[in-house]
């Protein structure tokens, strides 16, 4: 379930050494590599020869968090439209032969 990395660590000020940590995450990670430079054939059709591009700094990015009662307006809003739905939906379901009635006699109709 978690994968386990060692994390190298920012150094702390006036020191040339970094303090490592561990990280427990749920991400995953593998090369991004075509079989074709495992296999040494650079000119094979089977396989493309691409690879992922090098990386020249590590980014992260931070996703803000709507406030609390903006999480609650959208699940108030979230359950009316839901009870509206199932309220519509049952009273068209109860009156659905005299809404979609297309006024021709019975098929049972003799002469």
């Not at 406030?67 to 659905?96: P, Q, R």
């Not at 032969?97 to 297309?102: A, C, T």
Request: aromatic share 14%.
């Amino acid at each position: 379930l978690y994968s386990y990395f060692w994390a190298q660590g920012a150094a702390p000020p006036n020191s040339t050494e970094r303090e490592g940590f561990c990280v427990r995450s749920t991400v995953r990670w593998s090369k991004a590599i075509s079989p074709a430079f495992e296999l040494n054939d650079y000119t094979s059709s089977n396989y493309s020869t691409w690879t992922e591009s090098r990386w020249k700094e590590i980014k992260g990015r931070i996703f803000l968090v709507a406030s609390h009662d903006l999480e609650m307006l959208t699940l108030g809003v979230g359950i009316g439209v839901l009870l509206t739905s199932l309220l519509l939906t049952y009273i068209i379901s109860t009156k659905a032969d005299i809404l979609f009635s297309s006024g021709r006699e019975p098929t049972t109709a003799t002469y």
